[in-house]
């Protein structure tokens, strides 16, 4: 089917936190390929919930892969946030146009965001100046259905090129597996983990700690993510970098004495 929006001379910078390797980033890189030519940057190895950690005592390391028979990526021994850096840097031939993140198996709604190495990963290229969205799967199985998050995707990627994003503005897309129900703009929702910290010794009888937990959603909203999510909907949420709290700098005045 053609493409009335394909550019042969756009270039797509494709990444994400699984690892070059993770279906999710082939399932994104086939749909920026209807789009653009396409450069695959992610990071060697699984790098969930690094958030925007960035690699500054050791070296990174470029190894060329092929990742099926359509497909070649370089993946690098850092962050999801390193690979855009190096690729923008160092690496890309041209500039990137876009830059997707994803397809992250698992959602990253709600306080997700803030943990999350793929959001970050489209963050770092917001903030470089380029056009960016996230993409994520509830879905944490490598066998899971991407085909909503991808149509997500390609529904996210046209608004973008139709429409263009405000400076500092990142579109973070979530969605369940399966077909896609609809896309719906959504807010953040405010919510956080209740974790438990599991205890155990290791043979050498020293103790250890596995992270558990469940996520809390500490207000109501029809338009909130988690809870569209719930439903069965796809959520696009516009985010941005600036964390000033704006509402409460405008009360204050200009010097605290």
């Not at 493409?3 to 993770?22: H, K, M, P, Q, T």
């Not at 960035?54 to 497909?71: C, G």
């Not at 990963?121 to 994520?136: F, H, K």
């Not at 009888?205 to 809870?227: A, C, H, Q, S, V």
Request: some cysteine.
């Amino acid at each position: 089917m053609s493409n009335s929006l394909y550019d042969a001379e756009r270039r797509i910078l494709v990444c994400n936190d699984d690892g070059i390797f993770a279906p999710g980033i082939r399932a994104l890189a086939e749909v920026a390929a209807e789009f653009g030519q396409v450069d695959i940057i992610a990071p060697d190895r699984q790098q969930s919930a690094v958030g925007h950690a960035i690699t500054v005592s050791d070296p990174l390391r470029v190894t060329s892969f092929q990742i099926n028979s359509r497909m070649e990526g370089q993946a690098v021994n850092g962050t999801p946030a390193d690979c855009v850096k190096l690729g923008h840097d160092k690496l890309m031939q041209k500039k990137p146009d876009l830059v997707l993140s994803g397809i992250n198996h698992g959602s990253n709604a709600g306080i997700n965001i803030i943990y999350s190495g793929t959001v970050s990963a489209a963050t770092e290229a917001t903030i470089l100046g380029y056009p960016a969205i996230a993409v994520s799967c509830m879905e944490f199985s490598e066998s899971a259905d991407l085909s909503g998050a991808q149509e997500a995707a390609r529904r996210a990627v046209r608004y973008v090129l139709q429409n263009g994003l405000p400076a500092g503005v990142t579109l973070n897309v979530n969605a369940p597996g399966g077909p896609l129900k609809g896309l719906r703009w959504a807010k953040q929702a405010n919510s956080r983990y209740v974790e438990e910290f599991e205890g155990r010794v290791d043979p050498h009888n020293k103790p250890y700690f596995w992270i558990t937990g469940r996520l809390e959603i500490l207000d109501k909203g029809e338009d909130l993510d988690l809870n569209l999510l719930k439903k069965g909907f796809g959520t696009i949420t516009p985010i941005q970098y600036d964390l000033t709290a704006h509402s409460f700098y405008g009360k204050q005045g200009s010097e605290l004495e």
